[in-house]
Structures are given as structure tokens and as C-alpha cells.
């Protein structure tokens, strides 16, 4: 199970994280959890963010939950197998300054991290040290990232190992 823990929105990079699914085979699932954010009522909407927020939407390799409570996130946390962190080069605050506070929960519980190459995570996050980066807004890198970490276990097992390890300096 690969999973995304936060807020849902534009600037967020879930879109690639959805639409990397597409270049994965069958046998991974997508856990999506968070608050859907919509900036303006009339804002014009992506196939895929519509999908999110129908109730109705049903996919088999896709599971969305709306908002939970903290306490009940590590729980989830640990039901991944690989947790993404991702980000989108479309909004200059996200892309250079934003550090997600997500990453910390997920190094934490020692879990291999795919985190999108961006400057707010690249401050915590290291490319084969304690994440995989990919390139930002690149379903394929993305999907590419993932397989990448499933076929290395030995490196993944020491990548989130790390994570946990740098955890305990923050």
C-alpha cells in the first residue's frame, strides 16, 4: 500500500500522485487520507480532484477517507508499505519554502519515503540517505521512484531505517 496523509489540493502534487498509479502495476493501492481543500467555490475543477470528492467514487487501487484524527494517523502511517510526500513546481511557496510537517510523522515510523525534489523538502530529506526523491509534477518519475524502491528492499529497509534515525533530531 502506498499512502499520501494531508491536505488535498492543487499545490499539493496529488494529482501526479493519482495519475502515477496508471504506470504501476495492478498489485499496488493507493491510500489517500485528508481534508480536500477548495480555495474558491467556483473553481473549475481536474477529472481527478472531482473524483475525490464525489461519494461515490469507487476504485478498486484507489482508497480515499476524508480528514481523521491525529491520534488515529500513525495508524495509518503504518498500514503503508511506502508513504509519499509530494509537491507541485505550480506554486512557488510549496516548491521553495513549505516543509511539510507530514514528513516528520512518516519518518518517525521508519517508513520508506518517495518525496517529490523540492527545496523545503530537501532541507530534512536526502536522495538514497533517508528518502527517494522524484521529480516534481512526473506521474512516471514518481511511479519509476516507487518501483525503483520495491525491487531494492535491502536499500529501501536502510533508507527508512535512516529516516527513523534522523527523526529522533527533530
Known amino acids: 500500500i502506498i499512502g499520501y496523509i494531508g491536505t488535498i489540493d492543487k499545490t499539493r502534487g496529488v ?11 495492478r498489485k499496488f493501492l493507493l491510500k489517500i487520507v485528508g481534508n480536500i481543500k ?3 467555490k467556483n473553481e473549475k475543477l ?6 475525490l470528492i464525489d461519494e461515490n467514487f469507487q476504485n478498486e487501487r484507489i482508497i480515499y477517507s476524508p480528514f481523521v484524527p491525529y491520534n488515529q494517523v500513525t495508524n495509518i502511517i503504518d498500514d503503508c508499505n511506502i508513504v509519499i510526500a509530494p509537491g507541485s513546481q505550480t ?17 518517525v515510523r521508519g ?3 518517495i518525496s517529490a525534489k523540492l527545496a523545503g ?13 522524484y521529480e516534481p509534477d512526473s506521474p512516471r518519475d514518481l511511479a519509476n521512484s516507487i518501483l525503483f524502491a520495491t525491487e531494492n528492499s535491502n536499500l529501501s529497509n536502510s533508507i527508512a531505517k535512516e529516516a527513523w534515525k534522523n527523526s529522533l533530531n527533530y
Open 15 to 25: 494529482d501526479c500522485v493519482i495519475k502515477a498509479m496508471e504506470f504501476l502495476p
Open 38 to 40: 477548495i480555495k474558491n
Open 46 to 51: 481536474e477529472d481527478w480532484y472531482r473524483l
Open 91 to 107: 506554486d512557488k511557496h510549496v516548491s521553495e519554502y513549505a516543509s511539510p510537517l507530514k514528513i516528520f510523522d512518516y519518518m
Open 111 to 113: 517508513k520508506i519515503i
Open 121 to 133: 523538502h530537501m532541507d530534512v530529506l536526502h536522495d538514497k540517505v533517508n528518502c527517494i526523491f
